[in-house]
């Protein structure tokens, strides 16, 4: 179904945004979005389900057709920046749609033919169920349920609303529950009302969910509409001192149903909500912060365990040490430790048979709890969501590489002036906001850095991205690969965690394999003679990253035309011109052990590249003079200053993140490249300067007015410079991360200037010689990190930061003289709050101090 979906949204983008490039095949479009509109709709009834086969065949022939558009759309757009003379040589005659129209056709005889045989079987009306019986056994979180019920009593001057959030599984629905039945409870509030909200209630079946609790009405309610029946839940609770929990909020438009009725008056009014959802949460409740539910302890795990499996009764000692481990497996979920439970029930029969269920169970954790989530997400995000499963579990994933996966893979798509990478983001704060993914760490401007999940999600991702046959793990064990080689070829997407290199000696074959990607604690050199086996064995790859260093760039490579995501690791210090037959490459990352690579390809012929990273200092090719070619590319890090000119920057005109790596001072004065120019780039919000000569100090910086005007990350790094310059970057208006590194700025002291850093928010010093620092709070007012590493010499930080109303966080690492400052300044910061309440923008405040102080 998301590949139907995908596709259709893609080709109405394309219609949208790109019609010029498919102008020659309009017509087998248009028939296409047609096919797949009547496939959706087949797949959209619950019966299609029930046609395994047909519904395989579909989601084959999607992608292949995806495959064809993709292709047609990169040859139309190679060729369209072509000169009309080379146009017209090399011009190649439009894709044939025709033998796909006509699978499609085939596959629409099918369908019909299904429904015809379905429509005379006469169907049966099956009532709604039940919702399941709810156990109020709530084992640990005695702190959040004292917490929930605390707020159920306390006094307000209107409606008060109680958001409890948390992960799936994590135990929000009994924790509910379990207040709902407190006895404390019932004496408090003489009407209860449960609603459990399902993905489609209305509003009408809200109320009527309300009103059912009236014992005596004298009108048919099931008559009313829905602004009748609004009236009457407010005539009913106006008086009333009542609680409403609604439980599974999935949407902030759940909440609007139900709150039309409830005038925000009602002073002894309590509503009680569960949600996933941290926006729903946040919106129903503006007041008060959402309590969070915390996984179990290891502990209250085994003690949670134990009693759903033994009751009041003792766990015999045998099974204690066993029972631990599989409770441990369940890393805090509640849902999976009452799931797991279950099976572990099987084995009260004989002493003998219990142990060997429980054996069993303890090495099956995951495939006993892989069906335990229910999930609804929008298609855009469901894709998305799975792809988790193509890195190991508990991986820490970076989200710039996430990020460029799903827009590689096709997940992503335009949506007006909004980029992709901006979308796609949205995409993982949505995931994050429902509590499916946990951040781990933040870039100092805010935006998400890495991120993990729960083991227990990873394995329903794994599993449902491998019931659809989207994705496969391949692991070594037991001397072999699982599962065989030899059944990867209606794969699409293949992660394999070790033994990278006897996989490959295997000499595998996946005609439909999109996205190879590997995970290995080692990087392995692959051998000359086996270098073709990747091209040779994956011809669609889109997403291709493996932790394998090349010796050398196989020929085939360059024909691997539909990939858009290329990490690549070798010793080389060139890249060939043939690079560039690579056309659709969106993001490529080159990690060498050389000190400098030479491209020789021109970049801005890359028509689809957005994304250049390497850890060299890159030269590259002398880039044409006109041309549009280049629009596309946001990041280019690292560049030699000779690669810095005016021609290049005309064309990479869009670039929002730009590392300069070599002799720096022969660039500020205009030796070699120009700093200049840099000015020009008014997307660039992100520069990287790292000063690779020895010895090399720079005497000076460019005044404020050549940096790019919208600049709000800088780093500096090597450059030797005299503090005096800060005054410089304080000028640098729209500055928001100022990162100093190794050696960045010399000498003993720092006088900081009046008038400078009025937006910055975080500032980072490594590796200095710094001794006294001289600041006040003006001189940093919307300072939220301070982040101070390696630097031995500093004596104190300036106590008068600490009336800095945004600082949060403040971090030292081996800066051992300026830890008793940094302590000052915490108990200062302490003691404002404590008298004046939370200070404006700012309700807590980290001290982190390594190695920590006796």
């Given at each position: 179904?998301?590949?139907?979906?995908?596709?259709?949204?893609?080709?109405?983008?394309l219609?949208?945004?790109?019609?010029?490039?498919?102008?020659?095949?309009?017509?087998?479009?248009?028939?296409?979005?047609?096919?797949?509109q009547?496939?959706?709709?087949?797949?959209?009834?619950?019966?299609?389900?029930?046609?395994?086969?047909?519904?395989?065949?579909?989601r084959d022939?999607?992608?292949?057709?995806e495959?064809?558009?993709?292709?047609?759309?990169?040859?139309?757009?190679?060729?369209?920046?072509?000169?009309?003379?080379?146009?017209?040589?090399l011009?190649?005659?439009?894709?044939?749609?025709?033998?796909?129209?006509?699978?499609?056709?085939?596959?629409?005889?099918?369908?019909?033919t299904?429904?015809d045989?379905?429509?005379?079987?006469?169907?049966?009306?099956?009532?709604?169920?039940?919702?399941?019986?709810r156990?109020?056994?709530?084992?640990?979180?005695?702190?959040?349920?004292?917490?929930?019920?605390?707020?159920?009593?306390?006094?307000?001057?209107?409606?008060?609303?109680?958001?409890i959030?948390?992960?799936?599984?994590?135990?929000?629905?009994?924790?509910?529950?379990?207040?709902?039945?407190?006895?404390?409870?019932?004496?408090?509030?003489?009407i209860?009302?449960?609603?459990?909200?399902?993905?489609?209630?209305?509003?009408?079946?809200v109320?009527?969910?309300?009103?059912?609790?009236?014992?005596?009405?004298?009108?048919?309610?099931?008559?009313?509409?829905?602004?009748?029946?609004?009236?009457?839940?407010?005539?009913?609770?106006?008086?009333?001192?009542?609680?409403?929990?609604?439980?599974?909020?999935?949407?902030?438009?759940?909440?609007?149903?139900?709150?039309?009725?409830?005038?925000?008056?009602?002073?002894?009014?309590?509503?009680?909500?569960?949600?996933?959802?941290?926006?729903?949460?946040?919106?129903?409740?503006?007041?008060?912060?959402?309590?969070?539910?915390?996984?179990l302890?290891?502990?209250?795990?085994?003690s949670?365990?134990?009693?759903?499996?033994?009751?009041?009764?003792?766990?015999?000692?045998?099974?204690?040490?066993?029972?631990?481990?599989?409770?441990?497996?369940?890393?805090?979920?509640?849902?999976?430790?009452?799931?797991?439970?279950?099976?572990?029930?099987?084995?009260?029969?004989s002493?003998?048979?219990?142990?060997?269920?429980?054996?069993?169970?303890?090495?099956?954790?995951?495939?006993?709890?892989?069906?335990?989530?229910?999930?609804?997400?929008?298609?855009?995000?469901?894709m998305?969501?799975?792809?988790?499963?193509?890195?190991?579990?508990d991986?820490?994933?970076?989200?710039?590489?996430?990020?460029?996966?799903?827009?590689?893979?096709?997940?992503?798509?335009?949506?007006?002036?909004?980029?992709?990478?901006?979308?796609a983001?949205?995409?993982?704060?949505?995931?994050?906001?429902?509590?499916?993914?946990?951040?781990?760490?933040?870039?100092?401007?805010?935006?998400?850095?890495?991120?993990?999940?729960?083991?227990?999600?990873?394995?329903?991702?794994?599993?449902?991205?491998?019931?659809?046959?989207?994705?496969?793990?391949?692991?070594?064990?037991?001397?072999?690969f699982?599962?065989?080689?030899?059944?990867?070829?209606?794969?699409?997407?293949?992660?394999?965690?070790?033994?990278?290199?006897?996989?490959?000696?295997?000499?595998?074959?996946?005609?439909?394999v999109?996205?190879?990607?590997?995970?290995?604690?080692?990087?392995?050199?692959?051998?000359l003679?086996?270098?073709?086996?990747?091209?040779?064995?994956?011809?669609?790859?889109?997403?291709?990253?493996?932790?394998?260093?090349?010796?050398?760039?196989?020929?085939?490579?360059y024909?691997?035309?539909?990939?858009?995501?290329?990490?690549?690791?070798?010793?080389?210090?060139?890249?060939?011109?043939?690079?560039?037959?690579?056309?659709?490459?969106?993001?490529?990352?080159?990690?060498?052990?050389?000190c400098?690579?030479?491209?020789?390809?021109?970049?801005?012929?890359?028509?689809?590249?957005?994304?250049?990273?390497?850890?060299?200092?890159?030269?590259?090719?002398?880039?044409?003079?006109?041309?549009?070619?280049?629009?596309?590319?946001?990041?280019?890090?690292?560049?030699?200053?000779?690669?810095?000119?005016?021609?290049?920057?005309?064309?990479?005109?869009?670039?929002?993140?730009?590392?300069?790596?070599?002799?720096?001072?022969?660039?500020?004065?205009?030796?070699?490249?120009?700093?200049?120019?840099?000015?020009?780039?008014?997307?660039?919000?992100?520069?990287k300067?790292?000063?690779?000569?020895?010895?090399?100090?720079?005497?000076?910086?460019?005044?404020?007015?050549?940096?790019?005007?919208s600049?709000?990350?800088?780093?500096?790094?090597?450059t030797?410079?005299?503090?005096?310059?800060?005054?410089?970057?304080?000028?640098?208006?729209g500055?928001?991360?100022?990162?100093?590194?190794?050696?960045?700025?010399?000498?003993?002291?720092w006088?900081?200037?009046?008038?400078?850093?009025?937006?910055?928010?975080?500032?980072?010093?490594?590796?200095?010689?710094?001794?006294?620092?001289?600041?006040?709070?003006?001189?940093?007012?919307?300072?939220?990190?301070?982040?101070?590493?390696?630097?031995?010499k500093?004596d104190?930080?300036?106590?008068?930061?600490?009336?800095?109303?945004?600082?949060?966080?403040?971090?030292?690492?081996?800066?051992?003289?300026?830890?008793?400052?940094?302590?000052?300044?915490?108990d200062?910061?302490?003691?404002?709050?404590?008298?004046?309440?939370?200070?404006?923008?700012?309700?807590?405040?980290?001290?982190?101090?390594?190695?920590?102080?006796?």
């Amino acid at each position: 179904m998301e590949a139907v979906e995908l596709l259709l949204d893609k080709l109405q983008q394309l219609c949208l945004y790109q019609a010029h490039l498919i102008k020659d095949c309009k017509d087998d479009v248009e028939n296409l979005e047609k096919n797949l509109q009547f496939v959706k709709a087949f797949l959209k009834d619950s019966s299609a389900k029930k046609q395994q086969t047909l519904v395989l065949q579909i989601r084959d022939l999607v992608y292949e057709m995806e495959d064809i558009i993709d292709a047609y759309v990169t040859n139309a757009a190679t060729n369209k920046s072509k000169s009309y003379f080379i146009r017209v040589v090399l011009a190649k005659p439009p894709v044939n749609f025709l033998g796909v129209d006509q699978r499609f056709q085939s596959l629409r005889r099918q369908i019909e033919t299904f429904r015809d045989a379905s429509s005379t079987t006469s169907l049966v009306q099956h009532p709604k169920q039940e919702p399941p019986i709810r156990d109020n056994l709530v084992v640990g979180l005695e702190d959040v349920t004292e917490e929930v019920k605390s707020y159920l009593t306390e006094e307000t001057n209107e409606l008060d609303v109680i958001t409890i959030v948390g992960m799936p599984g994590i135990g929000k629905t009994a924790l509910a529950w379990k207040t709902y039945a407190d006895h404390d409870v019932i004496n408090e509030f003489p009407i209860r009302i449960w609603i459990d909200v399902s993905s489609e209630f209305t509003m009408k079946e809200v109320f009527l969910a309300i009103l059912k609790h009236i014992p005596s009405l004298a009108v048919n309610i099931n008559d009313k509409n829905e602004v009748e029946l609004a009236q009457f839940v407010a005539e009913y609770l106006e008086d009333g001192h009542f609680l409403i929990v609604m439980d599974d909020v999935l949407s902030t438009d759940d909440w609007d149903k139900l709150q039309f009725a409830l005038p925000k008056s009602i002073k002894k009014g309590k509503v009680l909500i569960t949600s996933c959802n941290e926006s729903v949460a946040w919106y129903a409740s503006k007041y008060r912060s959402p309590l969070r539910v915390r996984f179990l302890t290891p502990s209250e795990s085994w003690s949670l365990l134990r009693v759903k499996v033994f009751g009041n009764l003792e766990c015999p000692t045998e099974l204690e040490d066993i029972g631990r481990l599989i409770a441990d497996q369940c890393e805090g979920l509640p849902l999976a430790i009452v799931t797991v439970a279950r099976a572990l029930l099987e084995g009260n029969l004989s002493s003998s048979t219990t142990i060997r269920v429980w054996t069993k169970v303890c090495s099956r954790v995951p495939q006993y709890t892989s069906n335990i989530f229910h999930l609804n997400l929008p298609y855009q995000l469901r894709m998305c969501f799975l792809y988790f499963g193509m890195f190991p579990s508990d991986f820490e994933i970076p989200a710039w590489t996430l990020i460029r996966m799903w827009i590689a893979e096709g997940f992503v798509q335009p949506r007006g002036s909004v980029s992709l990478e901006e979308t796609a983001e949205s995409y993982l704060k949505d995931l994050v906001s429902r509590n499916l993914v946990r951040v781990e760490k933040i870039k100092s401007n805010g935006k998400i850095k890495s991120c993990r999940i729960h083991g227990m999600l990873h394995e329903y991702c794994r599993i449902e991205a491998g019931k659809e046959g989207v994705l496969q793990q391949v692991q070594f064990s037991d001397g072999d690969f699982d599962p065989p080689i030899s059944d990867l070829s209606s794969c699409y997407r293949l992660c394999i965690t070790s033994n990278i290199l006897d996989f490959l000696a295997c000499k595998p074959s996946g005609p439909r394999v999109r996205s190879f990607v590997g995970f290995s604690h080692d990087e392995v050199c692959l051998p000359l003679a086996e270098s073709s086996t990747i091209p040779e064995a994956f011809k669609q790859l889109r997403v291709l990253a493996v932790p394998i260093k090349f010796t050398k760039i196989p020929s085939d490579m360059y024909r691997l035309v539909h990939l858009r995501f290329l990490t690549l690791s070798s010793d080389l210090a060139v890249l060939p011109a043939s690079l560039s037959k690579l056309w659709s490459i969106q993001t490529l990352t080159v990690n060498t052990t050389s000190c400098t690579l030479e491209m020789k390809a021109d970049i801005c012929q890359f028509t689809q590249l957005r994304h250049f990273k390497t850890n060299a200092c890159a030269t590259l090719a002398t880039t044409a003079k006109h041309g549009k070619e280049g629009e596309n590319l946001q990041t280019l890090a690292t560049v030699s200053p000779a690669s810095c000119t005016k021609e290049f920057f005309a064309r990479a005109c869009k670039l929002k993140k730009l590392g300069i790596r070599g002799k720096l001072s022969l660039f500020l004065d205009g030796e070699i490249g120009s700093f200049d120019c840099l000015g020009e780039l008014t997307c660039l919000e992100n520069l990287k300067l790292r000063n690779d000569v020895p010895e090399g100090q720079l005497r000076r910086l460019p005044p404020a007015n050549k940096f790019p005007p919208s600049l709000r990350n800088l780093t500096l790094a090597d450059t030797q410079l005299d503090w005096s310059e800060m005054r410089i970057l304080g000028l640098l208006k729209g500055l928001e991360v100022l990162k100093l590194k190794c050696n960045a700025f010399m000498g003993g002291k720092w006088v900081t200037d009046d008038g400078g850093f009025e937006h910055l928010e975080s500032l980072y010093i490594e590796d200095t010689d710094l001794v006294v620092w001289v600041a006040s709070a003006h001189h940093f007012p919307r300072l939220t990190t301070l982040e101070l590493r390696r630097c031995e010499k500093l004596d104190q930080i300036p106590i008068q930061l600490a009336d800095i109303p945004t600082l949060q966080f403040l971090e030292l690492y081996d800066s051992r003289h300026a830890a008793a400052s940094a302590i000052r300044i915490r108990d200062e910061i302490q003691e404002h709050m404590h008298e004046q309440g939370p200070r404006r923008n700012a309700t807590k405040f980290t001290l982190s101090i390594y190695p920590p102080t006796e």
